[in-house]
């Protein structure tokens, strides 16, 4: 009997209930949003909060709480959106003109 294929089952399954932080830190994948900044990127807290939001966006139904607040947070936010892409290092402007030009379909 072959145990190969379980135990690349146990393996996947050990990959998934990981940290996506420390997952991507041990196989070298750059963060999602790190095309975004500059030499000072953090891949931290504050790079995972807005990559959750973009989540939220995608995943979320357009008339959850989630949804709009993600929204609200990306595309509308005066403050809180700058401040958390100055935190990891990311180019708001640049990061937001993005979202635009990709989330309209997306916001319902």
Request: glycine share 6%; with cysteine.
């Amino acid at each position: 009997m072959n145990e190969h294929p379980a135990q690349s089952f146990d393996e996947l399954t050990e990959l998934i209930d990981q940290d996506p932080r420390a997952v991507r830190l041990e196989c070298g994948v750059p963060h999602p949003l790190s095309n975004f900044a500059g030499p000072t990127f953090v891949d931290g807290l504050f790079a995972d909060i807005i990559l959750d939001f973009i989540h939220d966006t995608v995943w979320e139904e357009p008339e959850s709480n989630a949804h709009k607040g993600a929204v609200w947070f990306l595309l509308e936010s005066e403050q809180a959106y700058y401040f958390a892409c100055a935190e990891a290092g990311i180019d708001a402007n640049r990061l937001r003109s993005h979202l635009w030009k990709h989330l309209p379909n997306k916001l319902g």
